[in-house]
């Protein structure tokens, strides 16, 4: 079967960095997506990845490896707004999109 | 302002009514999608249209169906309620769904079916 992990949640210091993982199995790989959702909001796109490497843009950087499986989304000087959770989802061989649960980032002062 | 617009925002609904979810956009995208998001699992997809005129089945199809008349719109209707189809529903579209480009969701629509 298809999957995508992610960890459940994560907490992290205001200023901080922090790497948020995720690991996948599908059938096929057309690329990766972060999303950020806040609480009872819609997610917004944050980063695609199709090619192994690191993409940055701004304080984000996305990560993947595509012989591994993994991809890590990589937030810098944290800020209290970050607080949110942060979606995987991996494009199939189909052009479907598996989602991982997500990951909820809890930023403390 | 451009965007994805879904009514209603949330909705309580008795047991075997029947609902319609409506999604309207309008940056003439041509993949629209309904996903079902529950706590604790990710986004499942229920049902796509590539482009107007066609629909395809996601991963939870059962008890919810989905018509493309146009571009724009792209309503679900469940037939016949029931509560495990309580749930907060997105709509979303794409330029193209075969293409790496992003998501835009509405704002979703949270159902209780009691």
């Known amino acids: 079967g298809q999957n995508i992990d992610q960890p459940t949640e994560m907490t992290a210091t205001e200023g901080a960095i922090v790497q948020i993982n995720c690991t996948y199995q599908?059938?096929?790989?057309?690329?990766l997506f972060w999303y950020q959702q806040h609480a009872g909001e819609a997610p917004t796109f944050l980063s695609y990845?199709?090619l192994d490497g690191l993409e940055e843009k701004g304080r984000f950087s996305s990560f993947l490896s595509r012989s591994k499986g993994y991809s890590y989304l990589l937030l810098k000087e944290l800020q209290m707004k970050d607080s949110a959770s942060y979606l995987c989802?991996?494009?199939?061989?189909?052009?479907?999109?598996?989602w991982g649960a997500g990951t909820k980032l809890i930023i403390k002062p | 302002i451009a965007g994805i617009t879904q009514a209603p925002t949330s909705q309580i609904l008795a047991a075997g009514r029947r609902m319609t979810l409506r999604c309207t956009q309008d940056?003439?995208?041509?993949?629209m999608y309904w996903y079902r998001q529950d706590l604790g699992l990710g986004l499942r997809l229920i049902h796509y249209?590539?482009?107007?005129?066609?629909?395809g089945k996601g991963e939870v199809p059962d008890g919810y169906s989905v018509s493309r008349a146009n571009t724009d719109d792209f309503p679900l209707t469940l037939a016949s309620a029931v509560p495990s189809q309580t749930s907060v529903y997105f709509c979303?579209?794409?330029?193209?769904?075969?293409?790496?480009?992003?998501?835009?969701f509405g704002e979703g629509s949270r159902l209780t079916v009691l």
């Open positions: 990845n199709v």
């Open positions: 979303a579209s794409s330029d193209s769904a075969t293409s790496g480009g992003e998501l835009f």
């Open positions: 249209s590539n482009t107007a005129g066609t629909t």
């Open positions: 599908t059938s096929g790989f057309n690329g």
């Open positions: 940056m003439r995208h041509n993949a």
């Open positions: 989802a991996v494009m199939d061989s189909n052009y479907q999109l598996i």
